[in-house]
């Protein structure tokens, strides 16, 4: 039976039909849905994991015990698995790994570009990468029998474009496979005397598996005209198809590491000129150029974005795009913004007429860097707020108190909480914002372990914030709520001003949940002297048009903000 599938939800798929029992992850864009739509198979166990850390470890453990496991990521989040990552190739993993990587490159909804294929070698790891949806289940099912035929956990790395773009996929039935639990020290405990006995073994099992590379199925031949050939892999092998078409030779690699060395010489040997088109890093070119081959690559093409066609039709061919269309009127600009009735925006609201450095972090609340509110000073990457809050602090303790942290309460809990014990432990005075929306918000509205239900929906413990902070030795925790303008200010510049570290969890859900209900919309009255300080909290639904205020009823919730910015008492709730 064929269905048309988003690539991420193929993958799952793939591992659904492969026998996958444990299946682990922490949303990030763009992997989500490969975790979201698992959770919709009748699968032994899927889960949402504080981290993706943690996420890894589950799928090592459940691999370990004998059960076929999978765990999904975006190419951020392998940063945070690596340490498990690079120990897991020395002890195996007796039952088929699969780790899902997606890249993002062009930065659609991440802080970096980068390419995980070097993470496949720098941690040995067999790595495979599909071109579009079809690939996407075959090839997470094949990497769970690569993953058992060489002991070794295999990534599937993902793009974007692959993930979230669909096409037909032929489906099949569930097969059950399961390995049985040997206890083995030996290979499974990294002592260092046994890691030493490990790593000639991880050798000798990456040579079999550059010879399988060069027989395997997944790197296919395609020979046309041989005056040009092209070395391609994922979604570039789609651009460079559409851009070539047959008048070039294209050798398209699905196993992307270890690379087979004896494939490619051959197909170099064979065609004229030889390029490589790869998004992000010269990884295959390096390669072929560490071989001896002569190859164009980077320096025809670029390190930075997303390819195209027309890009790639320029380059090999010399044939540049047609003349796009000239639009007499320039469309207005669209950048994005919190959602009318954010309670993030109160906060932000707050923290810039305060005037302090706020140290940032990722998720809906990076918004709080755009005009007007005009408030996050630095953003790293997951959890980083804290501790860089702190570190400011400490090197400038002229200003300390003046500094603060804001992160969301998913993303506390993915890697803020060990921040905050540093704080307490050094002695900071740090305070920390927690924006408990009751959400995993800019990934789709995810659950977390702080909404007391797991990734099914089904009840679960909940994490208490206020009795967490308390054991951390947080001498000041204030639960307010961002909605109260003037009263949230008055409690985060009290807070600021103590010597010792403070927690303010801002608590109040995202507009966006099917069980926030606000009543009424806003209205402008005849009393309004457009004075435009309602413009000043930057919602989306109101706006000036050089003459009056408006009110975009579309968009407003009545959330109430604009309200208490206005002096004239000029902007009211509709009766409902």
Same mark, same amino acid.
């Given at each position: 039976?064929?269905?048309?599938?988003?690539?991420?939800?193929?993958?799952?798929?793939?591992?659904?039909?492969?026998?996958?029992?444990?299946?682990?992850?922490?949303?990030?864009?763009?992997?989500?849905?490969?975790?979201?739509?698992?959770?919709?198979?009748?699968?032994?166990?899927?889960?949402?994991?504080?981290?993706?850390?943690?996420?890894?470890?589950?799928?090592?453990?459940?691999?370990?015990?004998?059960?076929?496991?999978?765990?999904?990521?975006?190419?951020?989040?392998?940063?945070?698995?690596?340490?498990?990552?690079?120990?897991?190739?020395?002890?195996?993993?007796?039952?088929?790994?699969?780790?899902?990587?997606?890249?993002?490159?062009?930065?659609?909804?991440?802080?970096?570009?980068?390419?995980?294929?070097?993470?496949?070698?720098?941690?040995?790891?067999?790595?495979?990468?599909?071109?579009?949806?079809?690939?996407?289940?075959?090839?997470?099912?094949?990497?769970?029998?690569?993953?058992?035929?060489?002991?070794?956990?295999?990534?599937?790395?993902?793009?974007?474009?692959?993930?979230?773009?669909?096409?037909?996929?032929?489906?099949?039935?569930?097969?059950?496979?399961?390995?049985?639990?040997?206890?083995?020290?030996?290979?499974?405990?990294?002592?260092?005397?046994? /890691?030493?006995? *490990?790593? %000639? !073994? +991880?050798?000798?099992?990456?040579?079999?598996?550059?010879?399988?590379?060069?027989? =395997?199925? @997944?790197?296919?031949?395609?020979?046309?005209?041989?005056?040009?050939?092209?070395?391609?892999?994922?979604?570039?092998?789609?651009?460079?198809?559409?851009?070539?078409?047959?008048?070039?030779?294209?050798?398209?690699?699905?196993?992307?590491?270890?690379?087979?060395?004896?494939?490619?010489?051959?197909?170099?040997?064979?065609?004229?000129?030889?390029?490589?088109?790869?998004?992000?890093?010269?990884?295959?070119?390096?390669?072929?150029?560490?071989?001896?081959?002569?190859?164009?690559?980077?320096?025809?093409?670029?390190?930075?974005?997303?390819?195209?066609?027309?890009?790639?039709?320029?380059?090999?061919?010399?044939?540049?795009?047609?003349?796009?269309?000239?639009?007499?009127?320039? /469309?207005?600009? *669209?950048? %994005? !913004? +919190?959602?009318?009735?954010?309670?993030?925006?109160?906060?932000?609201?707050?923290? =810039?007429? @305060?005037?302090?450095?706020?140290?940032?972090?990722?998720?809906?609340?990076?918004?709080?860097?755009?005009?007007?509110?005009?408030?996050?000073?630095?953003?790293?990457?997951?959890?980083?707020?804290?501790?860089?809050?702190?570190?400011?602090?400490?090197?400038?303790?002229?200003?300390?108190?003046?500094?603060?942290?804001?992160?969301?309460?998913?993303?506390?809990?993915?890697?803020?909480?060990?921040?905050?014990?540093?704080?307490?432990?050094?002695?900071?005075?740090?305070?920390?914002?927690?924006?408990?929306?009751?959400?995993?918000?800019?990934?789709?509205?995810?659950?977390?372990?702080?909404?007391?239900?797991?990734?099914?929906?089904?009840?679960?413990?909940?994490?208490?914030?206020?009795?967490?902070?308390?054991?951390?030795?947080?001498?000041?925790?204030?639960?307010?709520?961002?909605?109260?303008?003037?009263?949230?200010?008055?409690?985060?510049?009290?807070?600021?001003?103590?010597?010792?570290?403070?927690?303010?969890?801002?608590?109040?859900?995202?507009?966006?949940?099917?069980?926030?209900?606000?009543?009424?919309?806003?209205?402008?009255?005849?009393?309004?002297?457009?004075?435009?300080?309602?413009?000043?909290?930057?919602?989306?639904?109101?706006?000036?048009?050089?003459?009056?205020?408006?009110?975009?009823?579309?968009?407003?919730?009545?959330?109430?903000?604009?309200?208490?910015?206005?002096?004239?008492?000029?902007?009211?709730?509709?009766?409902?």
């Amino acid at each position: 039976m064929k269905k048309l599938m988003l690539g991420n939800h193929a993958v799952a798929r793939g591992a659904y039909e492969a026998g996958v029992k444990v299946a682990s992850a922490y949303p990030g864009t763009p992997s989500t849905e490969i975790m979201e739509y698992m959770a919709t198979l009748p699968c032994p166990h899927v889960e949402w994991a504080p981290n993706e850390k943690v996420a890894l470890e589950t799928a090592i453990g459940s691999a370990m015990g004998g059960g076929r496991s999978v765990c999904a990521m975006k190419h951020v989040g392998l940063n945070v698995a690596a340490d498990p990552l690079f120990t897991a190739t020395y002890t195996g993993v007796n039952a088929g790994l699969l780790i899902c990587v997606a890249d993002d490159p062009g930065m659609h909804s991440s802080q970096n570009e980068q390419d995980s294929r070097n993470y496949a070698k720098a941690s040995k790891a067999i790595m495979l990468e599909p071109s579009d949806s079809q690939e996407c289940l075959s090839f997470a099912k094949e990497a769970f029998a690569i993953s058992e035929k060489f002991d070794l956990p295999v990534i599937l790395r993902l793009t974007t474009r692959v993930s979230h773009s669909q096409s037909l996929v032929e489906v099949g039935e569930r097969e059950e496979a399961e390995k049985e639990y040997v206890k083995n020290p030996m290979k499974n405990v990294m002592m260092p005397a046994m /890691a030493k006995r *490990r790593h %000639p !073994v +991880l050798e000798e099992i990456l040579k079999d598996a550059s010879v399988y590379s060069d027989t =395997s199925t @997944l790197n296919k031949v395609e020979y046309n005209d041989t005056k040009i050939g092209v070395i391609t892999s994922g979604i570039c092998y789609q651009y460079a198809k559409e851009a070539l078409g047959d008048k070039v030779s294209y050798l398209k690699l699905g196993m992307v590491y270890p690379l087979c060395d004896n494939l490619i010489k051959e197909f170099a040997s064979k065609v004229e000129k030889l390029y490589v088109i790869e998004e992000l890093d010269p990884f295959f070119e390096e390669h072929i150029k560490a071989m001896g081959i002569e190859v164009t690559g980077k320096d025809a093409f670029t390190l930075i974005g997303e390819y195209s066609a027309d890009m790639i039709k320029e380059v090999v061919l010399g044939e540049k795009r047609a003349e796009s269309v000239k639009v007499e009127e320039s /469309a207005p600009m *669209r950048p %994005p !913004v +919190l959602c009318a009735g954010c309670p993030h925006r109160g906060t932000f609201y707050a923290l =810039s007429s @305060l005037g302090l450095r706020v140290c940032g972090d990722i998720g809906c609340y990076t918004l709080g860097t755009l005009e007007p509110l005009s408030s996050v000073d630095a953003c790293v990457c997951m959890g980083a707020s804290i501790g860089l809050a702190h570190g400011m602090d400490k090197a400038n303790p002229e200003v300390s108190g003046k500094t603060v942290a804001v992160l969301g309460d998913s993303t506390f809990i993915h890697s803020g909480i060990t921040g905050l014990i540093n704080v307490v432990y050094n002695k900071g005075n740090s305070t920390v914002i927690i924006l408990d929306n009751s959400i995993t918000g800019m990934t789709g509205h995810q659950d977390n372990p702080l909404t007391g239900k797991t990734i099914r929906g089904e009840a679960a413990p909940q994490v208490d914030l206020v009795k967490l902070c308390e054991a951390i030795g947080v001498p000041n925790i204030r639960v307010a709520d961002p909605f109260d303008l003037k009263g949230f200010k008055a409690v985060v510049k009290e807070e600021v001003s103590k010597k010792e570290p403070s927690v303010i969890i801002a608590q109040r859900p995202c507009a966006l949940l099917k069980s926030v209900k606000y009543e009424g919309k806003m209205t402008v009255t005849s009393d309004c002297v457009k004075c435009k300080m309602c413009l000043k909290i930057g919602c989306p639904a109101i706006s000036f048009d050089g003459e009056k205020i408006n009110i975009d009823k579309t968009q407003c919730n009545g959330c109430g903000y604009c309200a208490q910015l206005c002096a004239k008492k000029a902007l009211k709730k509709e009766e409902a």
